[in-house]
């Protein structure tokens, strides 16, 4: 009686294509699982990712040129003290002018100065897109700064436990950074009028930071980033 051979070679085939797929699937479901859990390596991408686009030590000085009068010199508010250390460093230009000025019961004019950003200082004028807030909780939306360093990730330190907010999870991330400041910010006279970058600085690979993450479809993002 003549015994009819089966053909296995196709279904050997069929049968490893099949494998290959349920390991592939099986490692992206590994690999979602991982980036939805909350561990140093999972922020660790986040936390790269946010200070890729906001890590940056600006200044608050969105608007140029900046006009200081003599009144504000008088007092040695913020400007007043500022801008002649950035003037030393060759950063700004002044020039004297006559400044408007409108108050709640009378207006005129103030002498002053008047402070351009020089090519060198001009380096450093980011330009992106920042919102800053007021003092009656609304946003504004700036096109620029004045920056004097950028932060890298050095690492994740911990995290707070994930809580539920309007349906979402959500965490604070302390982590610790590096620093690359401007060659101008390391001089003493300017870390002297300008504290929180001196504290920065020193606090390079030290000081601990926070920033917001919650979770979303694509994984942990920062929510400076949504």
Known sequence: MKVKTMNLKPL???LIGLAT???ML??????NKQSTEPTAETFSKGMQAY??????LCLAKYTWPVEVTQAEFAI??????QMPVLQKLGLVSASDVTIKYTGEDK???????RYSLTPEGQKYFLKQDMISQTSDGSKVTHHGDFCAATLSLNQIVGWEPPRD????K????TYTYKIDPAPWARDPEAQRVFPMVARLIAGDGQMQLKEAFTLTDKGWIANDLM
């Open 12 to 14: 050997s085939k069929a």
């Open 21 to 23: 797929l349920t390991g």
């Open 26 to 31: 099986t490692l992206a479901a590994c690999n």
């Open 51 to 56: 200070l890729a686009q906001k890590g940056h």
């Open 76 to 81: 040695g508010g913020r400007n007043a003290l």
């Open 107 to 113: 207006s005129g004019v103030l002498p002053g100065k």
């Open 165 to 168: 907010d309007n349906g979402r």
């Open 170 to 173: 959500t965490t604070a991330v």
